[in-house]
């Protein structure tokens, strides 16, 4: 069984960055295709992008464009997210998940307020 | 606004059989497969549905999906108190280099 250990909550300002961590374990890392969903508060889910390790090109929704970096570390079984340029709107809890074997992590908060 | 379209409601008295419907386009629906996620509040999204109607282990056969052309459906019988939730369909779309795309989410009530 895959598990996915999600980096802690995080406060940043407007205009900052972040950076989110997924560790797996448990499967084969390099051949799964991880997504990156988030979720603002009392509303839906929405993708942001994903990559699949062992091809480490990643490909990204049109919204965050320019915006969001996702990498994986196949050496540490980890895939990170980075989302630049913060505003109020980017306040949700942030998942990795491999959307098509329904593994997800515990979700991340991040929450942007000056 | 999300790309599949799903009611914003739903709800249902226990032992009662409802359907949640999700309705796409030929880029996503219509031409690949269907996911049902469940997510109780405070909780990451639990899969419920793969490949249109197919049930991961520990899934209870009271929740089945169908696909029919760009729509899909996830039908719950036997109501129970713990169905209360909200439910999202999801699907690949081919469009832009690929992608995918969710439903705005369903939130079920027992009464």
């Known amino acids: 069984q895959v598990q996915l250990v999600q980096s802690g909550a995080e406060v940043k300002k407007p205009g900052s960055s972040v950076k989110v961590s997924c560790k797996a374990s448990?499967?084969?890392?390099?051949?799964?295709?991880i997504s990156w969903v988030r979720q603002a508060p009392g509303q839906g889910l929405e993708w942001m992008g994903g990559?699949?390790?062992?091809?480490?090109?990643?490909n990204y929704a049109q919204k965050f464009q320019g915006r969001v970096t996702i990498t994986a570390d196949e050496s540490t079984s980890t895939a990170y997210m980075e989302l630049s340029s913060l505003r109020s709107e980017d306040t949700a809890v942030y998942y990795c998940a491999v959307l098509w074997f329904g593994y997800w992590g515990q979700g991340t908060l991040v929450t942007v307020s000056s | 606004q999300s790309v599949l379209t799903q009611p914003p409601s739903a709800s249902g008295t226990p032992g009662q059989r409802v359907t949640i419907s999700c309705s796409g386009s030929?880029?996503?629906?219509?031409?690949?497969?269907v996911y049902w996620y469940q997510q109780l509040p405070g909780t990451a999204p639990k899969l419920l549905i793969y490949r249109n109607n197919q049930r991961p282990s520990g899934v209870p056969d009271r929740f089945s999906g169908s696909k029919s052309g760009t729509s899909a459906s996830l039908a719950i019988s036997g109501l129970r108190s713990e169905d209360e939730a909200d439910y999202y369909c999801?699907?690949?779309?081919?469009?832009?280099?690929?992608?995918?795309?969710f439903g705005g989410g369903t939130k079920l009530t027992v009464l």
């Open positions: 448990g499967g084969t890392f390099s051949s799964y295709a």
């Open positions: 990559i699949i390790p062992i091809f480490g090109t990643a």
């Open positions: 030929s880029s996503n629906i219509g031409s690949n497969y």
């Open positions: 999801a699907a690949w779309d081919d469009s832009l280099s690929g992608h995918w795309v």
